[in-house]
């Protein structure tokens, strides 16, 4: 209870701080959105020049950028500071966090607040507003379920592959370029039924990066298009399942990696 | 009485890849990388006692900070062992954070975006401090560093002096009985340093804490220091007193006194020479290994001679550790 008191608290001043400048406030809101533009034109064109994509229909295709984007937002706005985890641990920042009496995973996370997620948050709800409202689907409370499960299932996986990015970076500084270049990736094919592209670079996404599973899973098991995937369904059902136990993996490997840290600057 | 700091057979190495001069040597380097152990820190042993402040001294890369991050929890030693305040720092790292305070004068340890006083608010949280006990031991350093003429300005806006002081009171806030200060006053004007100095000297004295502290700065470890650690290549290759050190390193004091009479014998003193003598004007210096420090030389001249003048002539601290590092190389 106290833990989360001072988590509140830090959260709460470090917002105050950001909003204290004004413009900067504002900027950063408008690159959060800005920043979500490809899924924004990809949905507009998805919805006025097509009926729909790789067998399903328009409106079940935009269920899967509105689940991602929900996913991401939430994951920028609760664990993001784990992306560019690289800078922090470059200007000894880890260094001090480890003389305190609190996990340095939780410290780097109240490092400073995510005004960008305002802006990510506000287009992720607007998609799946938009989506939900076109979706017609018998929306029954197991599928309600079933869908916040979802998201938050592709939260912890995206959470999951930065943390496993942020955990290499305590050793090889260069691991955090990596992570722009996931980030890229997951904005580039987050948003398509990945049953459209080629089945080798399909297979890539579904077992060598688990793109799949934050939302093109989920959704299809959603949508009744599960059996098509070309993965078992059990395991396309699982993934909100997946997404928590590869986040309860990649935070084992993070405090294995800070129990090797050999710091910086010598 | 239980040393607060236990140091013991303490070591750590790094493994690094050896750079390759040249274009070739670097494609050689990432086809064929060759790795080499760097003994960073190598068997070092010593304790300090409870309100001791001790001065971990050496030349840059000896491995000071290495020995610091040790202690503190940042690193976890590749051998040897090391207690702080009773507890293993990289064994309870959290249980350690509580007993200590750190102070490293290159980086802050306060929220940037966030004025000082705000951060120091969330170390009162973080350490579970009662706000009664925060209060008054925030205006006790207030007294003393003079804090809230720029507390209410975000860290990012501080300067260098104003940064550190207030990294000194949050290191100090939840009272620790042990802290550590990795070159606290680098970089500082005189007039801030001397203060820093005097906050630190308090903090022994009149608090009773350890302080491990690593300084380029002689006249900070004139100033402070009782006992002086110095390390070299890894290697501990003294502890001892201040005058100790002088006296292995940098005996090189005279005591330049006038005789009351010109004509009177001067009688040979155990470890002090005479040097020169022009009438009742009469020089004394260190005479051989066990010769006395410069206050005891003065004290047995005037308690064996009768003077009317006398003064002293030392070489500083810096002269006296510059030796002392050419003497280490030289080992």
Redesign the interface.
């Known amino acids: 209870m106290q833990s989360l008191r001072i988590m509140w608290r830090i959260t709460l001043l470090n917002f105050r701080a950001q909003l204290e400048y004004r413009t900067e406030f504002l900027l950063m809101v408008a690159i959060g959105a800005i920043w979500q533009v490809s899924v924004i034109v990809f949905a507009t064109v998805l919805l006025a020049r097509f009926t729909g994509m790789g067998g399903w229909d328009s409106s079940e295709v935009l269920l899967i950028p509105a689940t991602r984007m929900l996913a991401h937002a939430l994951f920028v706005l609760f664990l993001g500071r784990v992306h560019g985890a690289g800078r922090q641990i470059q200007e000894g920042r880890i260094d001090t966090y480890l003389l305190r009496p609190m996990p340095v995973h939780r410290q780097l996370q109240l490092a400073f607040f995510p005004t960008n997620a305002i802006g990510d948050l506000t287009v992720a709800v607007g998609l799946m507003i938009g989506a939900l409202s076109r979706s017609e689907l018998d929306w029954t409370p197991g599928r309600i379920g079933y869908l916040i499960a979802a998201v938050i299932g592709g939260l912890f996986l995206e959470a999951a592959l930065f943390t496993a990015l942020a955990s290499a970076s305590l050793r090889f500084p260069a691991a955090d370029y990596w992570s722009y270049w996931l980030e890229e990736l997951l904005g580039t094919f987050g948003s398509y039924p990945l049953n459209v592209l080629p089945r080798a670079v399909g297979g890539f996404l579904t077992y060598g990066l688990p793109l799949a599973f934050v939302a093109y899973f989920p959704v299809a098991v959603l949508t009744g298009h599960g059996h098509d995937t070309g993965a078992p369904y059990w395991l396309a059902a699982a993934s909100p399942l997946l997404g928590v136990l590869a986040y309860l993996g990649a935070r084992w490997l993070w405090r294995w990696s800070l129990r090797h840290y050999s710091g910086i600057n010598g | 009485m239980d040393a607060s700091i236990e140091v013991h057979g303490l070591s750590r190495t ?1 493994h690094t890849t050896v750079r390759r001069p040249g274009f070739t040597g670097a494609v050689r380097s990432l086809v064929n990388p060759e790795r080499v152990a760097k003994h ?1 820190v190598t068997d070092i042993t010593f304790d300090v006692a409870p309100g001791e402040l001790l001065a971990l001294l050496g030349p840059n ?1 000896a491995g000071k ?2 020995t610091i ?1 040790m202690l ?5 030693p590749t051998s040897g062992h090391a207690r702080v305040a009773g507890v293993v720092p990289y064994e309870e ?3 350690n ?2 007993n ?1 305070g ?1 102070v ?1 004068g290159q ?3 306060l ?4 004025p000082v006083r ?1 951060s120091f608010a ?2 009162r ?4 401090v009662p706000k009664a006990e925060h209060a008054a031991r925030l205006k006790e350093f207030d007294d003393l560093l003079d804090l809230s003429s720029f507390w209410d300005t ?1 860290v990012r806006h501080l300067s260098l002096g104003q940064r550190v002081r207030s990294d000194l009171a949050a290191a100090l806030l939840h009272d620790p009985p042990v802290v550590f200060l990795d070159e606290p006053t680098i970089g500082m004007d005189v007039v801030v340093k001397e203060q820093v100095r005097e906050f630190l000297r308090h903090q022994v004295t009149e608090r009773g804490r350890t302080v491990l502290l690593t300084t380029h700065d002689m006249t900070e470890v004139e100033r402070l220091a009782e006992r002086v650690v110095l390390v070299n290549h890894g290697r501990l290759v003294l502890d001892g007193t201040l005058d100790e050190i002088r006296r292995k390193f940098g005996s090189t004091w005279q005591v330049r006194a006038t005789l009351a009479d010109a004509h009177t014998e001067v009688a040979p003193l155990p470890g002090i020479a005479l040097l020169q003598r022009t009438g009742p004007q009469v020089v004394f210096g260190p005479d051989g290994p066990d010769a006395p420090t410069v206050h005891q030389a003065l004290k047995a001249v005037i308690e064996h001679h009768e003077v009317t003048d006398i003064a002293l002539d030392e070489a500083d601290l810096e002269d006296v550790m510059r030796a002392a590092y050419v003497h280490v190389e030289e080992v």
């Open positions: 790094f960073a890369g900070s290495t991050k503190t929890g940042i690193l976890t790292r959290e249980r954070a509580r200590i750190a490293f980086r802050t340890q929220w940037w975006d966030l705000e969330i170390l949280d973080i350490y579970e975000r």
